[in-house]
């Protein structure tokens, strides 16, 4: 299977501030690399597929890179509902994988 | 709007068997791969099981392979996901949803349906 390893486990930031986390996965998934957001108590919804395709309907302050095994979201100016946690999954070969989450607080 | 709903969720004792069933509206269900997604209690999310668009192909995750069963009606646009054998650390809210494409992203979730294994 392909691990999917993401970093930091949480981060807290001020509204108004650009934050980035990081996926790497254990070998080349060819850009096929989504990230999800979860609010508490509530089911995912993907921001971002492909590495850099925006959802419709996401905010344009959401954006994905990256190639090969590593990758990033960026969050420009957080707002006080980007509170939740941050998954990537790739898509490349089944299963596909999770990696572990990254929480967003708001300072 | 895409809708998906589970049913089929709650207290079964270790070693037993539950049927989780989804019903799916507002998209054209033989079109797209549909696939379940766990959540233990606190934890993140686990890739399950997933099926093709003609309910022809499925795929597991190590951890079910051989206990769990997906499966489609297309005439009903129903997924249904059987799973057997049910061990304590199955105990997860469980989410069918449906791909978004040629990517295999997720682009529809249900709300979810609770699995409680414990005696």
């Known amino acids: 299977d392909i691990q999917m390893t993401q970093s930091p486990t949480s981060l807290s930031a001020s509204v108004g501030d650009r934050v980035s986390f990081t996926c790497r996965a254990s070998?080349?998934?060819?850009?096929?690399l989504n990230w999800y957001q979860q609010k508490p108590g509530k089911a995912p919804q993907v921001l971002i597929y492909?590495?850099?395709s925006l959802e419709s309907g996401v905010p344009s302050r959401f954006s994905g890179s990256g190639s090969g095994t590593d990758f990033t979201l960026t969050i420009n100016s957080l707002q006080p509902e980007d509170l939740a946690t941050y998954y990537c999954?790739?898509?490349?070969?089944?299963?596909?994988?999770f990696g572990q989450g990254t929480k967003v607080e708001i300072k | 709007d895409v809708q998906l709903l589970e049913s089929g969720g709650g207290l079964v004792q270790p070693g037993g068997s539950l049927r989780l069933s989804c019903a799916a509206s507002?998209?054209?269900?033989?079109?797209?791969?549909m696939t379940w997604v766990r959540q233990a209690p606190g934890k993140g999310l686990e890739w399950v099981s997933a099926?093709?668009?003609?309910?022809?192909?499925?795929y597991y995750a190590e951890s079910v392979k051989g206990r769990f069963t997906v499966s489609s009606d297309i005439s009903k646009s129903t997924l249904v996901l059987q799973m057997n054998s049910l061990r304590a650390d199955d105990t997860a809210i469980y989410y069918c949803?449906?791909?978004?494409?040629?990517?295999?992203?997720?682009?529809?979730w249900g709300q979810g349906t609770l699995v409680t294994v414990s005696s």
């Open positions: 507002g998209f054209s269900f033989s079109h797209f791969a």
């Open positions: 099926i093709n668009s003609r309910g022809q192909t499925t």
């Open positions: 999954q790739q898509s490349f070969r089944t299963p596909y994988t």
């Open positions: 070998q080349n998934i060819n850009n096929y």
């Open positions: 949803a449906k791909e978004g494409g040629s990517w295999g992203h997720i682009d529809s």
């Open positions: 492909a590495t850099s």
